[in-house]
């Protein structure tokens, strides 16, 4: 499992998986939500300033990338049923989900997180 989570992540900065975890910090993060939920999210900062993240949402390990963001930072995942976003800026994060097709509008999954 552990080998399938670092090709899985290798592939997002396009490292091969050997190369992944030497060339990255991983900070781990645990965020408290709505109703005490618990959001587990990892993130990965690679040496050349690009960024993906893991998470634990809908009982489902998801590989998310770092995308462009007007304030914070914004990662989303590539799924064939729509997208998971994961949203944080300073010690906050909101969750939430995209289908795919166009009529589909963004569905909140986790807010009002916190890691203080």
Known sequence: MKALKTAALASLFGLPAGLAWANMDIL???FTC???????????????????AAMM??????????????SGIRYESDGETGSYILRSKGWDATVSFLATG???SEQVVLENCSSR
């Open 28 to 30: 781990p993060v645990t």
């Open 34 to 52: 709505e109703n005490g939920v618990e959001l587990q999210v990892a993130y990965f900062n690679a040496a050349d300033g690009s960024g993906a």
């Open 57 to 70: 949402v809908d009982n489902q390990l998801v590989a998310l990338k770092q995308v462009p963001s007007g």
């Open 102 to 104: 166009g009529a589909a």
